[in-house]
């Protein structure tokens, strides 16, 4: 199916992470969460608990099919950083799904 691209950082809105992602999942989306640096350790606000799957400079909207943008403090964190703005900017270009 195709190929999600979730941009996260700490403090994210557990549920905002866990309940698409699961859905996204159990209709065969393949996940990849992006953080500054693949292998980083993520912490959401309630307790939940993520590792990078890759680092925002190893990836390209164009490795993608959609994109998703959990809630809570991580898209505040994230727009401070150009690369997350581009890697958006991308997507939305392309028109491409984009999901927050």
């Given amino acids: ?19 698409p992602v699961k859905a996204l999942k159990a209709a065969g989306h393949d996940i990849t969460v992006i953080e500054n640096k693949a292998g980083n350790k993520i912490a959401g606000k309630h307790g939940l608990k993520l590792v990078a799957d890759k680092g925002i400079d190893d990836v390209s909207a ?39």
């Fill in 1 to 19: 199916m195709s190929k999600v691209a979730v941009i996260v950082t700490n403090d994210v809105e557990d549920v905002e992470f866990t309940s």
């Fill in 62 to 100: 164009a490795d993608f099919d959609a994109l998703l943008i959990p809630g809570g403090f991580s898209p505040d964190q994230l727009r401070a950083d150009k690369r997350f703005v581009d890697f958006v900017r991308d997507f939305l270009l392309t028109n491409k799904h984009v999901f927050a």
